[in-house]
């Protein structure tokens, strides 16, 4: 048994051994997802990240479309909004301090609701709890959003036994109630708003094909919430924590944006191109999705190389478990010069090394949000850095650490679904 569970990484630890990562990517055939270890993420229905085949197939070519030049628009309004709201409202008013990791949740959150699924939420918690409701939709989707792993680890028997883990039974079935109501008020709204969301398409395309169930909408709608909340929040974190840190690179980015951006004006397109590089240099160190399981469907090979150029064919058999390490290959001095330093313009470089950069994963099951990633993110840190000067907050018993420890605490984190910040207080001073 042992023997067939070859665990491949492109680096395998002690830094010697590498492949072609493509060659995994590229051959969905060869190396499938082993769906077993995402069957846990269906409780809400079947869906494309727990899929494999022809279901996968018919999922992908339902949901991609939606994440067009549209919804792209979409996203990049309502991100402005909610970020301009956040400053009218909450805690980046003038010279005052947040929780990043909680702020940065809330703002992945409302882009999704509002961008995702047309569902807009507030800053303000004056949301109300519906007549037939036993929670708000905010608070239900934050509580399984945040601990639906406990779904995955505790048995459906034993949710009951603790207040925590009722908790999160409890917005499970919400969120379940809410999901249900969403598809049903659209269907039925007397008036069709054309939407460009990608809810509207999985309604679209539900009501095309009689085979595509409420079940596979609500497992749907789900996995977009779970793949798109966590990922890009904790993404969110991070970068600001790494800015915050590295002062040095926040003015660099400070004075790009300056060069782009109309005095004072809002951002008005995606051209902002040393956003992304941060972002990308972020993902670069923390990638939420620290590895890619796959496994092989036959017997087959792989081709290996040392670190000097020496080849070698490495057998694997059929039913081998390969892990895509994206740590190990992100940290790798092979193809990332100084791999410890946070260095966003190495992404200025035409020629950076795209393959060796696999947080969206690589092929044709990468990710399927990472436009809209891409386009929230650039319009959260262009809006925030252009207004905002972030520092680490201040705290007395912290006064005599050095810079090491600074960043060690700050960019403590821990393993989960996705790897997750464990604490990033964070000062906003107006500029
Ligand atoms: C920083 C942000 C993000 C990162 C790092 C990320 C990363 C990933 C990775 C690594 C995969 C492949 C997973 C696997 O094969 O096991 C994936 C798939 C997926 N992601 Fe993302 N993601 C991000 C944002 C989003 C967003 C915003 C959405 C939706 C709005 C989304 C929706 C999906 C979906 C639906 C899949 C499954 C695609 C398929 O199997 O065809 N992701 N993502």
Redesign the pocket.
């Known amino acids: 048994m042992l023997s067939r569970l070859v665990s491949v990484t492109l680096l395998i630890l002690g830094g010697r051994i590498f492949i072609d990562i493509q060659e995994v990517t590229a051959g969905r055939a060869r190396f499938p997802?082993p769906v077993m270890v995402y069957k846990l993420l269906s409780f809400f229905g079947d869906n494309?990240?727990a899929s494999e085949g022809e279901e996968?197939k018919r999922y992908?070519k339902i949901?991609a479309p939606a994440f067009n030049d549209k919804n792209g628009k979409l996203i990049w309004n309502e991100t402005i909004r909610i970020v301009g709201d956040l400053f009218e409202n909450v805690c980046c008013k003038y010279n005052s301090s947040c929780k990043s990791d909680f702020m940065s949740l809330q703002i992945a959150l409302f882009v999704?609701g509002a961008a995702?699924f047309g569902r807009r939420m507030s800053w303000k918690d004056d949301e109300g709890i519906p007549p037939n409701h036993k929670m708000t939709f905010k608070s239900a989707i934050l509580e399984v959003s945040t601990n639906c792993f406990i779904k995955l680890i505790v048995p459906e028997w034993a949710m009951g036994i603790t207040a925590f883990t009722r908790k999160v039974r409890l917005a499970s079935e919400e969120l379940d109630r809410y999901m249900l109501e969403m598809i049903w008020s659209r269907r039925n709204a007397e008036k069709k708003e054309e939407k460009d969301d990608p809810l509207s398409n999985l309604l679209e395309a539900s009501s095309d094909d009689s085979s595509f169930t409420d079940r596979d909408l609500t497992g749907n709608i789900f996995?977009?919430l779970i793949?798109?909340h966590e990922?890009?929040a904790h993404?969110f974190c991070f970068a600001f924590a790494l800015l915050a840190l590295y002062l040095d690179q926040q003015e660099t980015l400070f004075q790009h944006i300056n060069s782009v951006l109309p005095e004072g004006g809002l951002p008005v397109s995606c051209e902002l191109r040393g956003t992304s590089w941060v972002l990308y240099e972020t993902?670069r160190m923390f990638?939420?999705?620290t590895a890619?399981?796959k496994y092989s469907a036959e017997d087959t090979t792989l081709t290996i190389s040392s670190a000097t150029g020496g080849k070698r064919i490495l057998p694997v058999p059929r039913g081998s478990y390969v892990s895509l390490n994206v740590v190990g290959l992100h940290y790798s001095p092979r193809y990332w010069k100084d791999p410890d330093e946070f260095r966003p313009a190495r992404f200025l470089e035409s020629d950076w090394p795209r393959d060796a950069f696999i947080?969206?994963?690589a092929g044709p099951?990468?990710?399927?949000?990472?436009k809209?990633?891409e386009t929230e993110g650039i319009a959260v840190f262009t809006m925030i850095v252009s207004k905002y000067e972030i520092r680490i907050k201040e705290e007395p018993q912290f006064a005599r650490e050095t810079f090491e420890e600074r960043k060690a605490r700050v960019l403590a984190l821990r393993p989960g679904i996705t790897m997750t910040p464990l604490r990033v207080p964070l000062a906003f001073k107006r500029r």
């Open positions: 997802k494309i990240v996968w992908r949901a999704l995702a996995i977009f793949a798109g990922t890009t993404t993902l990638p939420p999705v890619i399981p947080s969206f994963s099951q990468d990710c399927i949000g990472r809209f990633f």
